[in-house]
């Protein structure tokens, strides 16, 4: 398991939100969703200096909304399946803006099913906390998916 050491400021992603009380596959749901109306949002996402999307995100969040870790042993929370957008950017009807707080996070690629599980026991043995709620990223140039864990605010 390679794990680098990742800082991102706050940014703004516009998806699709639902939660673990919509049931088993809300996630596939929320991603078959946002996937099929992307046309509604694809104006304004984020994209580099070539057109390209910058990030494709998987943000979750304690029941609060305050960005703080899934509840009841990363059982419960929200997601949104979405994009990062360009920080004024308006969501559209049915779709929701979430503004992540910046943090320092150490990232890890998806390489294994349990990369969850790794990496909750690697910050248990390196006395490490968790700030903030895990991030799934996809970089869209590589197509890898990560997991952003926060151990520092900024």
Request: aromatic share 14%; glycine share 8%; hydrophobic share 35%.
């Amino acid at each position: 398991m390679k794990i680098y050491e990742y800082k991102k400021d706050s940014f703004v992603t516009i998806g699709k939100q639902g939660s673990t009380l919509d049931g088993l596959s809300f996630v596939q749901n929320l991603w078959k969703d946002a996937n099929s109306h992307f046309n509604e949002v694809q104006h304004l996402a984020k994209k580099d200096e070539f057109g390209n999307l910058v990030g494709v995100w998987g943000n979750m969040s304690d029941f609060s909304l305050s960005f703080q870790p899934w509840q009841e042993n990363f059982s419960k929370g929200y997601y949104l399946a979405g994009v990062e957008c360009v920080d004024d950017a308006i969501a559209p009807e049915g779709w929701t803006k979430w503004i992540i707080p910046s943090f320092e996070y150490l990232m890890v690629e998806c390489e294994e099913k349990d990369t969850f599980v790794k990496m909750i026991e690697y910050l248990s043995q390196h006395s490490l906390t968790l700030v903030g709620a895990v991030q799934d990223f996809t970089d869209p140039k590589s197509g890898k998916n990560y997991m952003l864990f926060p151990i520092k605010s900024n």
